[in-house]
């Protein structure tokens, strides 16, 4: 299967296009969706960079004002430290780097959760190159972020539950939780699934059904630790 129909069919046919990726990956087989999602994020970047890093202080600067764990001089520390920074300074190389990371860490948790909670055996290459073609549900994911920021100027794109949420429950923990549950990032989910199923032998709804869990556990606590501290996930 050539390149542009995997692109195609990741997303009309997922089942059958991950079941028949190759056994013997090679190296263009992994490098043709990284260049196509990290030219994605460059151009996601420079479309909405200047949006976004001002909207993101702007919520840190909210959140810590309206700390009530925080004593007036942590606060008057916090904002100092804040207005020391220069959020578009290498914003494309932490950009960039925050996706590698963030693409190395799902790769992680899927072989541990193959490996040590499901039993199963696969290798580094087949997973991170499985990784990497779902990532194609992300590209539309920023794509439609994209356009919904640059039509209404709204940053903060809710495509999950939190739509449902009244405005006083915003900054809750119930918001936060949700907030991690969007649809493309179910949608990415399910795939995964399907990518560890079909690496490691296992059962399709068995891998779904620990994803999800490990999954909620790590929303839940994340959701905790933000709502505590006043951080934000942007």
């Not at 193959?114 to 994911?141: D, Q, T, Y």
């Not at 560890?196 to 869990?213: C, G, I, N, P, R």
Request: aromatic share 10%; with cysteine.
């Amino acid at each position: 299967m050539d390149y542009l129909s995997v692109i195609t069919c990741i997303v009309s046919n997922p089942r059958k296009t991950i079941q028949s990726f190759p056994e013997k990956i090679q190296a263009m087989d992994w490098l043709v969706p990284l260049a196509l999602l990290l030219l994605v994020v460059g151009i996601s970047t420079w479309l909405t960079g200047p949006l976004t890093t001002e909207y993101s202080m702007n919520r840190q600067y909210e959140m810590i004002e309206n700390n009530p764990n925080l004593t007036d001089d942590q606060k008057e520390e916090y904002l100092n430290k804040l207005d020391e920074q220069d959020p578009s300074k290498n914003l494309y190389l932490k950009v960039f780097a925050g996706t590698l990371v963030g693409l190395l860490l799902e790769v992680g948790v899927l072989m541990v959760i193959g490996s040590l909670v499901l039993g199963g055996s696969a290798s580094f290459l087949p997973v991170w190159h499985g990784v990497l073609w779902v990532s194609i549900i992300k590209i539309l994911e920023i794509i439609v972020t994209v356009v919904i920021t640059l039509s209404t100027g709204q940053v903060l794109v809710e495509l999950g539950l939190t739509v449902l949420l009244p405005d006083s429950m915003t900054d809750t923990m119930i918001y936060y939780l949700l907030l991690q549950f969007g649809i493309f990032a179910v949608w990415r989910t399910v795939l995964y699934s399907m990518v560890v199923s079909t690496l490691y032998k296992v059962e399709q709804k068995k891998v779904l059904v620990t994803l999800f869990a490990a999954w909620f556990i790590f929303a839940l606590i994340s959701a905790v630790m933000i709502t505590k501290s006043g951080l934000m996930i942007t």
